[in-house]
């Protein structure tokens, strides 16, 4: 059984920008968002024993205001680290970032995820990543730049740590992602791509990273094709529903294949076995854009069932002998099956931050 590490909570679709690459078609008119209380009662139904963190993302999680405060305080205090992920649209002074930071800080956030890459220049300046970096690691949280990548992208990791100033000799944390060509970057940015550091491998979120969506849909992975229903455990979640349904995903045999091989090597498995067309690999931008080619294709997806009918024990079989071995984890599954693409750690952020 896939162990379930972290779950993230979109706590809202509604975003103060527009990025042309954004997944989940955040915006200023985008109304998506959870009740606190429904947060609340999500977070207490958690697994406390096997649940590492809780994340708060979205969508810009800072326009909850004092319900994100709320929020993150029920999760730090019920023993799970915290994460918040922002786009730093607050953060346009010291004084302002001190404020919205110091106030979660002492709510217990432990980490704060910072998005900057080239989709967000139009919109936010620089100056506010910087304020919202240096503000958080002054009150002692772990923080880090999440950069999306395409092949023609002008901001890199070494020109944030450049741009990041203070101690340049700091092994600053930043935390890449390929740009996948789902949501509005599917047709946004079919021009830009894939980076040379995409991720094509088995996808150690599925099971072991679901997510509650703004739209209060359990979902078995972090959730950038939300729409996707093979990947719906619950549709309009009832908090005290939670474990059922993760439960019910834990004995899915396609989410474990997934997370066992990853999306492109089902796609391959299938085209190879029904003699059906897909894309070459070198045009796929990472694991979850292969995801969405792979659910969007009718003639893969009518095999899949004809697929798991047969092979069940092949699947089960290695989960088992994994699970013996100890190894059932994502990153030791990654280890032994990363090909050549590099893998992106988006877990926890490393305790040698700076
Ligand atoms: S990518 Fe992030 S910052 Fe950009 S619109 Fe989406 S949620 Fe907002
Ligand atoms: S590869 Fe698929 S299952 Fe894995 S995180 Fe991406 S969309 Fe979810």
Not at 156 to 171: N, Q
Not at 332 to 342: E, G, H, M, V, Y
């Amino acid at each position: 059984m896939v162990i379930l590490t972290g779950f993230a909570i979109h706590v809202t679709y509604a975003c103060p920008i527009t990025c042309a690459h954004c997944a989940l078609y955040c915006s200023p008119k985008n109304r998506f968002t959870l009740p606190i209380n429904h947060i609340l009662e999500t977070i207490r139904n958690l697994p406390v024993s096997t649940t590492k963190m809780v994340t708060f993302t979205g969508g810009e999680p800072f326009l909850l205001g004092r319900d994100l405060i709320s929020a993150v305080y029920e999760a730090s205090h019920r023993g799970f680290m915290t994460r918040v992920v922002t786009n730093a649209y607050f953060a346009e002074d010291l004084a302002t970032a001190s404020n919205r930071l110091s106030a979660l800080s002492n709510s217990g956030l432990h980490e704060l995820l910072i998005s900057w890459d080239d989709y967000h220049t139009q919109y936010i300046p620089f100056a506010s990543i910087r304020n919202a970096y240096w503000t958080a690691k002054d009150l002692g949280l772990k923080v880090a730049i999440y950069l999306v990548q395409a092949s023609n992208s002008s901001w890199t990791a070494e020109r944030v740590k450049h741009e990041l100033g203070g101690d340049t000799s700091a092994p600053h944390i930043i935390i890449g992602s390929p740009l996948n060509r789902t949501g509005r970057a599917e047709y946004n940015l079919q021009h830009a791509g894939p980076s040379a550091k995409r991720v094509l491998g088995p996808c150690h979120y599925v099971l072991a990273g679901p997510a509650l969506s703004a739209k209060n849909k359990l979902l078995a992975c972090c959730g950038l094709i939300p729409e996707t229903k093979a990947l719906v455990l619950d549709q309009n979640l009832e908090p005290n529903r939670l474990n059922a349904a993760l439960e019910k995903g834990r004995q899915s045999l396609l989410l474990n294949w997934i997370f066992l091989r990853g999306p492109y090597a089902i796609m391959e498995w299938l085209s190879k076995r029904y003699r059906i067309p897909i894309i070459d690999i070198k045009e796929v931008g990472g694991n979850c854009e292969a995801c969405h080619l792979l659910f969007n294709n009718k003639r893969l997806v009518s095999k899949i069932p004809y697929a798991l009918n047969e092979n069940p024990d092949e699947i089960v079989d290695e989960l088992q002998l994994l699970r013996n071995l100890g190894i059932i984890t994502p990153e030791a599954i990654l280890s032994l099956w990363k090909d050549s693409s590099t893998i992106l750690d988006m877990s926890i952020i490393p305790d040698n931050s700076p």
